[in-house]
Nanobody, 119 residues
C-alpha cells in the first residue's frame, strides 16, 4: 500500500507560479513512476507530467515549457513547478504513483490539491 499526500495548491494570478509537492509513504519500493494529473469540473482526468525512477519525463503538450516535474528519491517526494500559469490550468491536481508489475500496473492516488488561476 502506498499513500500519497499533495500540497502547495492555492490561488494564483495568471502568469504566476506555484510549486506542488507530493510525499509518498508506505511501500515506497513498489513505486516505479510518479506523476501529476489534473481534473477540472465536468472534465476528465488528464495527464500533466510523469517521471520514472530513472528520471525520464513526459509532459502534456499544454504544459510543455511551463511546468517541470522532478523527484527526490531520498525524501520520496515528487514536485511540479508550475510557471506562467493560465486560467485554463485551474483544476484539482492529483499526485499519482504507478507500480509496474510485469504486463500490468497498479495506480495509487493522492487526495488532490486545488489550483486556481484567476485575477
Amino acid at each position: 500500500q502506498v499513500t500519497l499526500v499533495e500540497s502547495g495548491g492555492g490561488l494564483v494570478q495568471p502568469g504566476g507560479s506555484l510549486r506542488l509537492s507530493c510525499v509518498a509513504s508506505g511501500s515506497i519500493s513498489s513505486i516505479n513512476a510518479m506523476g501529476w494529473f489534473r481534473q477540472a469540473p465536468g472534465k476528465q482526468r488528464d495527464l500533466v507530467a510523469t517521471i520514472t525512477t530513472g528520471g525520464s519525463t513526459n509532459y502534456a503538450d499544454s504544459v510543455k515549457g511551463r511546468f517541470t516535474i522532478s523527484r527526490d528519491n531520498i525524501k520520496n517526494m515528487v514536485y511540479l513547478q508550475m510557471n506562467s500559469l493560465k486560467p485554463e490550468d485551474t483544476a484539482v491536481y492529483y499526485c499519482n504513483a504507478r507500480n509496474f508489475l510485469g504486463f500490468t500496473f497498479y495506480d495509487y492516488w493522492g487526495q488532490g490539491t486545488q489550483v486556481t488561476v484567476s485575477s
